[in-house]
């Protein structure tokens, strides 16, 4: 059973989402993998957002105890996030996942960033060898409703990001871009969006630094200035923008008293509250940005497009004990003619009467028959096994049963 434990921007402090995320690494999926009665997870840790996807045993009679005891047990500050959680089971987890994928829960909704951080939590867990097959189909399914919803809706020409989001507010307060001097700290994919972002609007004073000594090849390949000293560089900034992993901007680093603004986008905190509020420094972070961003409301047909791949990956599973008896049933008879095959012409039992030609010969039509034999049977599996989803989709998943269980003589 699919249990999925979310905090998120609509339950939970950014404070304890912050502290969180410091604490996931890679190898929180392994050691939730590791717990009692789960037998993998996937963790996803976002800008704003915290969720564990645990493939829980079927059998354990507390499934959201044991997901909520080992998220106390496994993160600093898991008491605090345990108490915040919203626990998603079964078919409800599986949604969740589908809309989460296509940006439908995100604090910026449509944003396109998460599909990609989605998967690649789920590729960090297959890493860990934390990952199920349940996970693995589940997953890879979110993400084929993911491209659904880009292709059917106008989610991909609006591409809505945070960075977008963040710029679209200040529109108002900055008529003309191209003077401005900015500074971006961070070197990694919200980076390169924010300078997309920005060039979009104008901007051509864009300068990055990077704690991690990537800023020189960083700015090659998006034609921007490297900085290599983090004070100076924000100094001559009017707008710094950070959006990297780690704590970087603190009051010391804070050496002039020009009035600037500094935007921190990380998660982790990048910027020291203390920060803002020093009185020539305007903070926006994610707090803010979540309770006075105008977010536009999804078009239905892109929740119409995650509500339908849902219910249709939800029936093909109700359909798979179907498929699985039906299948079982003609690989048994299979088995069965091919047992009834005359033990000679199998080239067993006769090799001390014939030559090595006649049994090589026999063996070799033996083989060919078996071939055939089985390519037969998955022939006449595959076309009922279709239907057998077809008609899970359309609720009529009983009424096959049973047709089934009559035409074949199913138990």
Known sequence: ???????NHRNTEFDVLDRVARSVDAATASAFAAHDQVRGAVVLATCNRFEAYLDVDDTAAEPVTIGTTALQALLEDGAELAASVTALSGDDAIRHLFSVSSGLESMVMGEDEISGQVQRALVASREAGAVTGHLEQVFQRAATTNRAVRARTDLAASGRTLVRTVLDMLELRVADWSPIPVL???????????????RARGAQNLRVFSATGRAQRFAEKFDVTAEHDLPDAISRARIVITC?????????????DKSRLIIDLGLPRNVDPAVGELEHIELID???IGKHAELPELADAARDVVGTHAAAYLAQR??????VGFRRHITQALNDELARLPRASRG???GETMGAGPVAEAAADTDATERALRRLAAVIAHGPSVRAREFAEAGRLDEYEEALRIVFDLP
């Open 1 to 7: 059973m699919l249990l999925c434990l979310t905090a």
């Open 244 to 256: 990297t992993s780690r704590y970087t901007v603190t009051v010391d680093q804070i050496i002039d």
């Open 184 to 198: 971006i700290v961070g070197t990694g994919s919200y980076a390169a969006t924010t300078i997309q972002s920005l």
């Open 318 to 323: 109700a359909a798979a004990p179907a498929i």
């Open 286 to 288: 994610l707090a803010v």
């Open 348 to 350: 067993e039992g006769a």
